[in-house]
């Protein structure tokens, strides 16, 4: 194992992995990480080999330091994280927007695209960010990446799923209506979807089908009750207006 | 066993930051008490375990593995890599000794001399146990040098690990401590005192005492004097000096929170226990108890400086060294070098 030196208060320690480096950085109480990331910039890649050597070194660091280890390991950090699994954890485990974005741009396009292979994926990388960095994830892979993930309405709503309201009417008329609504096959893509959704876009989604359109998309008893039981009662109340069904209450089966 | 926020590893800004305590203790020491494998029984290997002791100035050390492992569940969307990580169960894993054994006998044989190998890896509430042991020391003859470190009464742990609750008074450790005793092997115990919400009186207490008095030929060690975390009771330090004082055959180790919570609370040692360590220093051993992270051991042993630095010198040599050597050392071979111990015929010379 190669190991590569730092010097404070001209005492010297050989630094070979992640886990010493983080036990040289606590032991030194917080108060030389800048410098001790800056004696070993050059070699940072060589020390933080895997996902958990990241996480071990992140534990030790401030919002700011953790900005600089990203921002020196920059396109690395994919051969460091490995999979989309471990992107998600690392996202989970930072508190701060700034981080989340400089781990993002770092990763980049191609780094995003190399981690994040499924719908379920982008989903689990979208739980954990927010605002901004939601935003930038979806920019950084490209509305015709997301467009290809998105092979069914299943996987659209785990992607819708990660998002807010707002970010999801977005994402969703920059797909396209006719992009989301040829997604859906029958009523149980269709369910998916709308649970997914706010009832405000749900509503949306609803007002680009006909009444037979939906009766033909649900087809049958079973779908349907399959459907309604997942709707938020706002949206159950409007697919059944839509449908031109009879309201029923809760209590009405007691007669 | 530690929780993974060590209280010296949590920083503190008021002190200044030094890479000293890398090095570990001014005191040449034997590590009394360190795991060599993690909670999913995976480890860095003899090799980075000896770059870390010569780093961290530890002569010698006493090894074991984990007698459990924590189970990475269906619900563990991460793999759990502590006991504590999520709310999956931990479960008896005795291939530990045998991580443990293959990664001693692949050191040179000097280095191997460093290393006081024990065995953990059995249930402690099964009649078999002592089986387990004993096939260990079949397949390995020359590698251990005792039995522990036993998990047994241990908070959160207990509650975790499938099966029965295992204590220190429980049946199927008698004949364990009876092989211990007839080949003058130390058995390392880890019990709680008492439980988690009971800090007015030591409730388990009772349940070493009882071991430690039906097997007074057992070298029995207590594992961080009984403490865990939110695991306390008052006059812990008479407690001790009691125990120490009624049973001959009782050591304790210094390891993990006890030190930081009454033997040197706040960084200042405990007048008390100083006093209590002069006395029985000959029975008492530190450890750091990490578990794996080899690289802490320095600063983990570092801590003790201040405590060491204020016994006499025969009471700090005891400590560092003298107490784990006659407690480990020599022990290797001896169950099949030694015979049994041999009971007195008897004899009525007057009918």
């Known amino acids: ?255 | 066993m530690p929780h993974e926020q060590i209280p010296t590893w949590t920083r503190d800004p008021a002190v200044r930051g030094s890479l000293t305590p890398l090095y570990g203790s001014k005191y040449r020491l034997i590590d009394g008490h360190l795991h060599v494998v993690n909670f999913i029984q995976e480890t860095p290997g003899g090799q980075n375990l000896l770059e870390h002791m010569d780093r961290a100035n530890v002569g010698k050390a006493v090894i074991f593995g984990l007698p459990v492992s924590k189970m990475w569940t269906s619900y563990d969307r991460e793999g759990p890599d502590y006991y504590l990580a999520s709310d999956s169960p931990c479960y008896y894993y005795a291939y530990t000794d045998v991580i443990v054994a293959e990664m001693v006998r692949a050191l040179p044989a000097d280095q191997q001399e460093r290393l006081y190998p024990l065995i953990c890896g059995f249930n402690p509430t099964d009649g078999y146990a002592l089986r387990h042991i004993e096939r260990l020391y079949n397949q390995y003859p020359n590698i251990w040098s005792g039995i522990g470190e036993v998990l047994l009464r241990h908070d959160d742990l207990t509650a975790f690990t499938f099966g029965e609750n295992a204590r220190a008074n429980h049946r199927a450790l008698w004949p364990v401590y009876q092989f211990a005793a007839d080949h003058d092997l130390p058995v390392l115990l880890h019990q709680n005192i008492t439980s988690v919400t009971k800090s007015d009186h030591p409730v388990y207490l009772w349940e070493l005492e009882e071991a430690v008095a039906e097997f007074p030929r057992t070298r029995i060690v207590f594992a961080h004097c009984g403490m865990s975390r939110r695991v306390n009771v008052p006059f812990y330090y008479q407690m001790v000096d009691r125990l120490l004082a009624q049973y001959p055959n009782l050591y304790v180790d210094y390891s993990w929170i006890i030190f930081d919570v009454v033997i040197c609370p706040d960084g200042k040692p405990s007048a008390d226990w100083l006093s209590l360590t002069e006395k029985y220093s000959d029975r008492i051993c530190l450890g750091s108890d990490l578990v794996a992270r080899f690289e802490r051991m320095g600063p983990e042993l570092q801590r003790y400086d201040v405590f060491l630095d204020q016994l006499s010198e025969q009471a700090r040599v005891n400590l560092c060294w003298n107490t784990a050597e006659k407690l480990y050392g020599d022990n290797k071979g001896k169950v099949h070098a030694l015979p049994v111990l041999a009971i007195p015929e008897w004899k009525v010379t007057n009918p």
């Open chain 1, 1 to 255: 194992m190669t190991q590569y030196p730092i010097t404070i208060d001209k005492q010297t320690v050989q630094i070979g992995t992640a886990a010493e480096l983080a036990v040289a950085l606590d032991v030194l109480q917080g108060q030389y990480d800048r410098v001790v990331l800056t004696q070993l910039q050059p070699h940072l890649s060589q020390i933080i080999t895997k996902p958990g050597d990241l996480f071990t070194v992140m534990k030790s660091l401030s919002a700011d330091d953790q900005v600089f280890l990203f921002q020196a390991l920059g396109t690395n950090l994919v051969t460091i994280l490995q999979e989309a699994s471990r992107l998600r954890d690392l996202l989970a485990a930072l508190s701060e927007d700034e981080v989340e974005i400089t781990l993002l741009q770092a990763l980049g396009r191609e780094g995003l695209r190399s981690l994040i292979l499924t719908a379920e994926e982008l989903s689990e990388v979208l739980e954990w960010v927010y605002g901004q960095a939601d935003e930038l994830t979806l920019e950084l892979l490209g509305l015709e990446y997301v467009r290809n993930l998105s092979r069914d309405a299943i996987d659209l709503s785990a992607i819708l799923r990660g998002l807010d309201g707002e970010a999801q009417s977005r994402l969703i008329d920059q797909l396209g209506w006719e992009f989301c609504l040829g997604l859906v096959r029958n009523g149980r893509d269709l369910a998916y979807l709308l649970r997914a959704l706010p009832p405000a876009v749900s509503e949306r989604l609803l007002t680009h089908y006909g009444q037979d359109e939906l009766f033909r998309l649900i087809g049958n008893s079973r779908d349907w009750a399959y459907l309604y039981q997942r709707l938020e009662p706002a949206e159950a109340d409007f697919i059944t207006h839509k449908l031109g069904l009879e309201q029923t209450r809760r209590n009405s089966h007691a007669a």
